[in-house]
């Protein structure tokens, strides 16, 4: 058959090629493409590019490829529609037994024979090892949560302060009146509604919470 399609296969795999040279400086070394001569399967590989990703050279053959190929598997046969057939998302597993996210497309003759495969392997290894790089550098979900709680324990503990200052006299002890009227802002402010805020506002104001659950009754007796 090779002789037969011979001019066939040049009309197709041209263009081809020429694409994958412009796609030669813009792949990264994780990103192999290649082309299939698929009348010649000893030596179906006419062009590689990042061969490194599978192991493979031009004029290797299929078999050296992807094991478990199942887009070859589906699409090396002939067929009544001669229209170029892809299958895309799928995975291969190379000869050193790293996996690829693969997809390829088969081109075929007037006569539906599979002539041309152009094929793309990623290997997803190194977006696996940026992944476990950044988790790493990033907090866990408890840790993340407890930073939140510890900086929100500040700003409620500085609101706390500033309202303080603002009714009682340095060196003095808070009188009640003085402190009715902090509660008061501090409800105001929402600082009770937070988590601890009563025992912070207690333990800032030197009572008991109880105490500040008490005067919080009596604003709301007026």
Do not use: W
Not at 155 to 162: A, H, K
């Amino acid at each position: 058959m090779t002789s037969e399609y011979t001019q066939q296969v040049a009309q197709i795999a041209g263009p081809l090629e020429a694409a994958m040279d412009a796609m030669a400086g813009t792949l990264s070394a994780n990103q192999e493409v290649v082309l299939h001569n698929l009348t010649t399967p000893e030596h179906s590989i006419i062009k590689i590019i990042n061969g490194h990703v599978s192991g493979r050279g031009n004029g290797d053959h299929l078999l050296a490829g992807p094991e478990k190929d199942t887009g070859f598997a589906l699409l090396l046969q002939k067929t009544n529609n001669n229209k170029p057939r892809t299958i895309s998302d799928y995975k291969t597993v190379t000869a050193s037994g790293k996996t690829l996210n693969s997809a390829s497309t088969i081109y075929y003759s007037e006569e539906g024979y599979p002539l041309i495969a152009f094929c793309i392997n990623v290997d997803p290894s190194p977006y696996e090892q940026i992944r476990k790089s950044l988790d790493a550098l990033l907090p866990s979900p408890a840790e993340a949560a407890e930073a939140v709680d510890l900086n929100l324990g500040g700003l409620i503990d500085q609101s706390i302060q500033e309202i303080i200052d603002k009714y009682s006299v340095p060196g003095k002890k808070i009188q009640k009146a003085q402190r009715l009227k902090i509660v008061a802002e501090m409800h105001t402010k929402g600082i009770f509604k937070m988590r601890g805020g009563v025992q912070q506002a207690a333990q800032a104001l030197g009572v008991t919470r109880y105490t500040v659950y008490n005067d919080l009754e009596v604003m709301n007796e007026k």
